[in-house]
């Protein structure tokens, strides 16, 4: 697996987050909507805002939390 930023990875690409590096209010608020290290998800967008889908849900996150979040690679849609 290859760990990247969840802002370097392309439309179509999964991946599981392996960590999230922002400050504590931030990780928290990303907890509260449940994505959290283990998680596996999809980018399905990634302008304006970075879309990604976990299961049936999907969350829009601003470029500074995606950049924030290390993930590590696991398929992509080329």
């Known amino acids: 697996m290859t760990d990247l930023r969840l802002s370097q990875?392309?439309?179509g690409a999964s991946a599981i987050i392996g960590a999230?590096?922002?400050p504590p209010a931030r990780v928290d608020?990303?907890?509260a909507l449940g994505i959290?290290?283990?998680m596996e998800i999809a980018v399905d967008q990634r302008y304006p805002v970075?879309?990604?889908r976990s299961d049936d849900s999907l969350l829009a996150?601003?470029?500074d939390l995606a950049r924030g979040i290390v993930v590590h690679l696991t398929t992509t849609d080329d």
Request: no cysteine; aromatic share 6%; proline share 11%.
């Open 9 to 11: 990875i392309p439309i």
């Open 20 to 22: 999230i590096d922002l």
């Open 29 to 31: 608020r990303l907890a």
């Open 36 to 38: 959290v290290p283990g």
């Open 50 to 52: 970075y879309v990604i």
């Open 61 to 63: 996150l601003e470029e």
